[in-house]
């Protein structure tokens, strides 16, 4: 094989990690938008708040540090070493089921059978919010997040790649990052456990009843209020996930919210309510814009990812306005 | 009656209090907040904690105390233009806009309210040309300044002979990030090396595509105009396809603690371009922890102090408050306007015993501000991050642009400028 089909393939397989990593972000939406109608707008920064709490729990960092020292003039930041990851996920999880709980509580009750823009709305407000509260909790310095998740380019598929190509040409093997390859996994695992968990449990089910159907899952006795904490929950751990992957990159800041920005082509393309369509959609902008990038890109001045990811999306709401996946509209007139 | 002359009295005891409060205002436009916190914060801290020492230690300057204004950007244009609105009118000496933006909305408004900016290394380049930007200051250097200096270092690591090596910048895809192109292009022909331009979209989060084309093409060094979580990112993914780090150079703002940590002893043998010294191994720090830091007055929590960006905005503040010396001289007036202040700019000198006298010897090149040139001397020097001691260092002398180059191409760009605005340029 010559050096240019091999560096092809290599663009689409970063392409297809890369697109997991933006399902990673577009599965959250997906859960809240199929069981309460929601889009969710603050689902960037719940990724954001999620890895701000998971590296303060790491640390040993002291929430409202800043704000307590401003008050009373004392000098607290730390309480201790900090704890082991496991502990700190685990109670991180805690923190986003909290979460969901109190945004239950405080905002969706207030708004039942209120028009999608009204809740759609309130999120935004959410979103604001909850980033002034994780600059409260934990401030807004850069976070290095380190969960043991290797990171860097693969030795070993550099080698194996390497003798794939032609006798004759210099080439050094196909590059792939192990942190991506690790969330193709973790994706592939969320992904079923929440397919299983919806098919085979209870409250799965009665989520796909909600889903379908909000009035007639009220009427066989199911309660909206409970599956929306609980699809809130489900959410906000999903955002962890994502805020561990984006975050092990780029270290945790501010500017992890804007990794929402990623999902919304995907959403566009996969379909607001369906999972693989979340997966799928994420796959096909990831491999699309890379493949963009790598052939027209340098013809146009480069930088052709951000918008061409929405092209792709715009071309497929032409003639699937659902998505993909998502539910067929139909209108009876 | 009464009543006319109650508030004739009320006017009366207002404008008396107004003298007896005479200060010299200085906003800082801060972010703390949004995506580029984790900068903003440092260089807030250090601007902030340089004019509390100069109240707590010395009573102000020239015996007047100094009023901080803060006001909160987010890095936001318009957020940053409203704060120079909303700040103006309190006798504002200076503004450092933190941004270049800002920066560009702030050059017209500010001449025509004759209140100086001083966009320290970043903003307009070619507003070092004093004789078309009145009021706009860009000392200690520019962008194009540090684009040549970082292709000098490049030219010694090489012994001289570029003729035949790629060079590649990753830059951010906006007016900030496309600053050195034309710079780089014009030392390309004079050198002959290929340049290879790739930009990266804000907020820089995902560059994949960026550096699988750096490892196919395997330019012999790259260059970054990055700034906030771009710079993290980028390190990061170099040290993923195992880029030299020791070939890959950032700007000033590409430049910070904050982006080599992340990456842990990936980013070891990174390298940039400094406009100061490194670290917190000077007399003035002493100054800080006693007047500033122990007594509680710090901006911050103290942990930031000699981090790069912190040492950024206590140089700016310093050359701010040795501005504001000089215009007292010079007008003999100790509560001086906007316009002394611009004069003092101006008039800027600062030697090397001048630098060690206030505490801070050799942390920066000597510094002399003329009316027709507003960039200063336009040195550099390139430090290196070593991470096993978590520190930077600086590996060279602080070292001049190519002037032939540079002075050219600035001459050219204020020109345009004047021509587009009807500006007669100033005689010097």
Known sequence: MTPDFLNTIEVILNGLMAGVMYSLVALGFVLIFKASGIFNYAQGVMALFAALTLVGFQTGQIPFAHLVNEIFGTQIHHWGPGMNNLIAILLTILVMVLFAWLVEKLVLKHLVNQEPIILFMATIGLAFFMEGVGDLMWGADLKTLDVGIPSGGSFWWEDVTRTWVSEGYEYYGMYIDLLDVWAAGIAVLLVTVLTLFSQYTKTGRALRAVADDHQAALTVGISLRSIWVIVWSIAGIVALVAGIMWGSKSGVQFSLSLIALKALPVLILGGFTSIPGAIVGGLIIGVGEKLFEFSIGPLVGGATENWFAYVLALFFLMFRPQGLFGERIIERV | ?428
């Not at chain 2, 800002?102 to 001449?111: C, G, M, V």
């Not at chain 2, 100086?116 to 250097?141: C, D, E, L, Q």
């Not at chain 2, 911050?300 to 504001?324: P, Q, T, W």
């Not at chain 2, 040195?379 to 096993?388: E, F, H, K, S, Y």
């Open chain 2, 1 to 428: 009656m009464k009543f006319t002359k109650l508030l004739a009295s009320l006017a009366l005891s207002m404008s008396v209090a107004g003298a007896a409060y005479s200060d010299l205002v200085i906003p800082s436009l801060d972010y703390r907040t949004g995506p580029y916190a984790p900068n903003g914060i440092h260089f807030a801290d250090g601007y902030a904690d340089y004019f509390t020492l100069l109240n707590e230690r010395d009573g102000g300057i020239g015996g007047v105390p100094i009023r901080f204004l803060p006001c909160e950007t987010a890095y936001n244009t318009e957020k940053g233009v409203e704060c120079y609105e909303s700040t103006k009118g309190e006798g504002s000496l200076v503004y450092q806009p933190l941004s270049t933006g800002i920066t560009y909305q702030l050059i017209p408004k500010a001449t025509a309210d004759g209140i100086p900016i001083h966009s320290m290394g970043y903003g307009r380049t070619s507003a070092a040309n004093g004789k078309i930007f009145s009021n706009v200051f860009n000392y200690p250097g520019t962008y194009w300044d540090a684009a040549s200096i970082i292709v000098k270092h490049i030219l010694d690591q090489e012994g001289g002979d570029l003729n035949g090596k790629t060079i590649a910048l990753v830059y951010h895809n906006s007016a900030y990030g496309k600053e050195p192109i034309r710079t780089l292009e014009k030392l390309s022909e004079k050198h002959g090396y290929n340049l290879t331009l790739i930009a990266v979209d804000h907020p820089g989060q995902e560059q994949k595509s960026q550096w699988l084309q750096i490892r196919r093409e395997r330019p012999d060094y790259v260059m970054m105009w990055g700034w906030g979580v771009m710079n993290q990112v980028a390190i990061q993914e170099a040290a993923n396809i195992r880029y030299p780090m020791e070939n890959f150079i950032g700007v000033w703002w590409s430049a910070s603690e904050n982006d080599v940590i992340p990456v842990g002893q990936g980013a070891h043998g990174y390298k940039a371009i400094a406009m100061h010294g490194v670290g917190d191994d000077y007399p003035l720090y002493d100054d800080i922890r006693k007047y500033v830091l122990d007594p509680g007055k710090a901006a911050g929590d103290g942990s930031n102090l000699g981090k790069i960006l912190y040492n950024r905005g206590l140089y700016a503040a310093m050359l701010a408050a040795e501005a504001i010396r000089t215009a007292q001289e010079i007008s003999g007036v100790a509560d001086i306007t906007p316009a002394h202040m611009r004069d003092g700019m101006e008039a800027l000198s600062i030697d090397e015993a001048r630098l060690a006298e206030l505490g801070l010897p050799n942390f920066g090149p000597p510094i002399q501000v003329t009316c027709e040139n507003h960039g200063g001397p336009g040195l550099g020097a390139i430090q290196q991050w070593d991470a096993n001691t978590a520190t930077w260092s600086l590996i060279t002398d602080f070292t001049g642009a190519d002037r032939e180059v540079v002075d050219a191409l600035i001459a050219e760009d204020s020109a345009a400028f004047a021509a587009e605005n009807n500006i007669t340029p100033r005689s010097c």
